[in-house]
């Protein structure tokens, strides 16, 4: 174990972190499925690695499987990659397997996000730069801040969640876990009022995905929690959530079309929660991923807006930052990979100049180091291939 702490330290000198200017970034050009080469949709195409890559992808994938919880970079339960369209290597620590559904953490922040392309795309929003309807009072601030502010986590909420390392003062902890547990959107109304101007502030936040996922539910609300009787008898009376008639749309609209055998997580008020709980398969991470990769585009069809996928990989224009998008983490000054992160060691690495994606499923502690160690090891892999 010494030697594989050793060979972390020596092969990934930590990322420095992201800076906090705003930098003007060129998008990579997003590859379309090869030609010949089968969509995933019932399983994937296996496929060899480039001859020239296959030494050092070894080598790399062998580092990681041999990690401890306790080592830099942590455990690796899990490790798919996908190149050109097909599969070409996979890996699986005992107890694991390609039928093992493992908790998303925050890479349910990128669903959600997908969530709401879909909705655009089916007709259900309009305008993402609009307010975000049903969640708030409409003389509450909150009320005008929009679909893509929500999404950017430039909403500006008086919310502490990455900065905070006690527990008890860790407001998703409270949110998700402790008093918030038993219905968190209305925790958050209750809880985070507006403390900066939206669409000036970054702040990492899962308050802001479990809004939109209670906001989708309210845009299919009516139609699919409600029957005609009760409506008819009640028109004034909202119809209470519910997490059955959720989960089919989610199913409906992204899972089914993918080919995923994904479970969405709701809170006891029926809450669909879009910050932080799906559970779903390393290989069906790989098909959410090349959704991306593919402009949103899945078997001829156009699941995602034209300019969706450009734009959850664009840093939001007035905040300062440039790691961050629309529910995905950017790479700055990189070569233009963009990828999901879920919490202890989650991430579907996304690189369109490799046509290239890299599924990791672990387990590791939240801190800077094993995260840029994660970070190191994705860049790594990504420059074995041509």
């Known amino acids: 174990m010494v030697r594989n702490i050793f060979l972390f330290c020596f092969m990934f000198v930590l990322a420095p972190l ?14 379309a499925q090869p030609e010949g080469v089968a969509w995933p949709t019932q399983g994937w195409e296996t496929g060899d690695l480039p001859p020239e890559a296959a030494d050092r992808v070894h080598e790399l994938l062998d580092i990681a499987m041999v990690g401890g919880r306790g080592d830099l ?14 599969l070409v290597a996979e890996v699986y620590r005992d107890g694991f397997g390609p039928e093992t559904r493992q908790m998303s953490w925050s890479l349910a922040k990128s669903v959600t996000s997908a969530l709401v392309g879909r909705a655009s795309q089916l007709g259900l929003i309009d305008d993402i730069d609009a307010p975000m309807p049903g969640l708030f009072d409409t003389d509450d601030p909150r009320a005008a801040i929009t679909w893509h502010q929500w999404m950017t986590m430039t909403d500006g909420l008086d919310y502490l969640e990455f900065e905070s390392d006690i527990l008890e003062d860790n407001d998703v902890a409270r949110m998700m876990y402790g008093a918030g547990q038993f219905d968190v959107i209305e925790y958050i109304r209750e ?21 939109v996922g209670r906001a989708l539910q309210e ?8 029957s005609t009787a009760l409506v008819e008898a009640a028109p004034d009376s909202a119809c209470p959530p519910a997490d059955v008639p959720m989960t089919a749309w ?32 390393a290989r ?14 899945w078997e001829g069809e156009r699941l995602l807006p034209e300019g969706w996928v450009d734009m959850t990989r664009t840093p939001p224009p007035d905040a300062a930052i440039d790691f961050y998008g629309a529910g995905f ?18 991430t579907i690495w996304i690189a369109p100049d490799r046509d290239l994606i890299i599924v990791r499923l ?25």
């Open 219 to 226: 845009l299919i609300g009516i139609e699919s929690r409600c």
């Open 329 to 346: 983490w950017l790479v700055p000054g990189g070569e233009g990979a963009f990828y999901a992160q879920g919490h202890e060691g989650q």
């Open 18 to 31: 992201a800076s906090a200017q705003a930098q003007d970034q060129s998008l990579v050009p997003l590859p």
């Open 73 to 86: 970079g942590g455990e690796t339960r899990a490790v798919v990659i996908i190149h050109r369209g097909k």
């Open 362 to 386: 672990a387990l590791m502690e939240e801190n800077d180091a094993n995260w840029n160690a994660d970070l190191e090891w994705n860049k790594a892999l990504t420059r074995a291939f041509p």
């Open 191 to 211: 809880h985070f009022p507006l403390k900066y101007e939206p669409g000036t502030h970054w702040n990492y936040s899962t308050a802001s995905f479990s809004l």
């Open 284 to 297: 069906d991470y790989a098909k959410f991923g090349l959704l991306y990769l593919r402009d949103g585009v």
């Open 250 to 281: 989610i199913r409906q609209v992204l899972f089914d079309p993918l080919g995923m055998d994904a479970q969405p997580e709701f809170d006891l008020a029926g809450t669909y929660l879009g910050g932080s709980h799906v559970w779903a398969t």
